[in-house]
Each structure stands twice: as C-alpha cells, then as structure tokens.
C-alpha cells in the first residue's frame, strides 16, 4: 500500500509512516524543508518537498498522484497564530481531499479531535479558534464523495504504546499514546471496507485489531452476513 501523509515527518504521521515502512507498505508525504527530504531518503522514504498552503490543489494533486489512500495529520500547533491554524487545521484538509479527488485517490483519513477536549480546563481564544478549525475541516471531508474516515484521539501522549484502545462511534475523552493512534489509523488504512463514519478513540483494553472489528460489525449494514 502506498499512502500519501501530511504531516510525515512529527507526531502521529512519524508514527504511521514508521509502522507502515516496518510492515512493507510505501508511505510517502509532503515536507516543506529540503533537509527533511534527505533525512527520510535515508530511511528509504520518498518524501516529497511542498508546502501545503502555497501549493494550488493541482500541485497537491499531482503529489498525490500514485497514492492508495492519503492520511492528514498534520496541524499548526499554536505555531504563527490563528491565521495558521485556519490555513493549516482548517483548510489543509479539505484542500488536500481536492486534490485527492483529482488525483482518483479515494481513500482520506483525517486525525481530527474531540469536540469536548479539554472542556474543563476553559481554554484560551487561541484554543477555541482551533477547535472551530478542526471542525471546518472535518465539514468539509464529509460533504466530499471519497471513502473518508474521521478518527478523533482523545488528548495525546508520547508514553509507548499500549497497542489496546477504547474505539467507537462516540467514547469518553480520556487520554491515548500517539503510537496507539498511529496504529489504529494504520489498522483502519488497512479495512477499506469501513468508511465515511467519524470515529473515537482513547485508550482502553481492547487489542486494536480487536477494537477495529468491533467497530466493522457495529456498523455492518443489516443482512450483511447473509450476503
């Protein structure tokens, strides 16, 4: 499987396209330093040099080109101010689906958030302008016609990976380990049966290849297994 990742080279796209490459799979992406460029062709990976924002659709397009699916999980991270994060959180994603579309590439998954994360601790401006951002972007994938996945980690934590979750239509916001969410998302790449619904996920006790079929039967049409 060849996928296309925004957000490659940190966070949960260092981890999907760690754990896709150790699986054999082909996992490529956009980075907007040369030197990240080298860094990754060291490591066997085909980055390519681009900048989401300044590119037009038709040049993501062309990036993404080849692709089997393409993951968005990239994000401003408060860097440059709100204006980032509506450029980045909030319209990166469905101008990438553009030119997914373009591209006849299908399947987009997006690491978007829980609505209520962080509730509780009255986040600042900044924080609620991210939150609207992210779900401009999660809007704007639904209204397209590609085999889209929403997956909303609850807050995020660099400890290792437990490999069990909580996976589900709508769960608690508790805490998870970015390689978790990294390893669902690879899990879900890998069932293209399951598509356009918005799932949730933090941690929990379920093996995730567990979690991931739970999820499929939950939402099999009516009859299926008949079929």
Known sequence: ????????????????????????????????????VEALASLGIKAKF???????????????????AVVFSAGAGGKDGDDATTRIDGDGPGKLAEAAALAGVRRFI?????????????????????????KRAEIAL????????????????????????????????EEITRDDV????????????????ILEVTGGDVPIAEAVAAVREATAPSGSEQA
């Open 142 to 173: 639904v209204q397209t016609d590609l085999d889209w996945l929403i997956v909303r980690p609850s807050a995020l934590l660099n400890d290792p990976g437990t490999g069990r979750v909580d996976l589900g239509l709508a769960k608690v916001h």
């Open 182 to 197: 990294a390893t669902t998302v690879v899990a879900l790449l890998k069932s293209p049966d399951l598509s356009r619904l």
């Open 50 to 68: 681009g900048d989401l924002v300044a590119m037009s659709v038709d040049e993501l397009a062309d990036a993404v080109r080849g692709a089997d």
């Open 110 to 134: 997006l690491v978007s958030v829980f609505p209520e994360a962080w509730r509780e601790r009255r986040m600042d401006a900044s924080f609620e302008h991210y939150m609207v951002q992210k």
């Open 1 to 36: 499987m060849k996928v296309f990742i925004v957000g490659i080279g940190s966070g949960v796209g260092r981890r999907v396209r760690e754990q896709l490459a150790a699986a054999g799979d082909e996992p490529t992406g956009l980075v907007r330093q040369q030197r990240q």
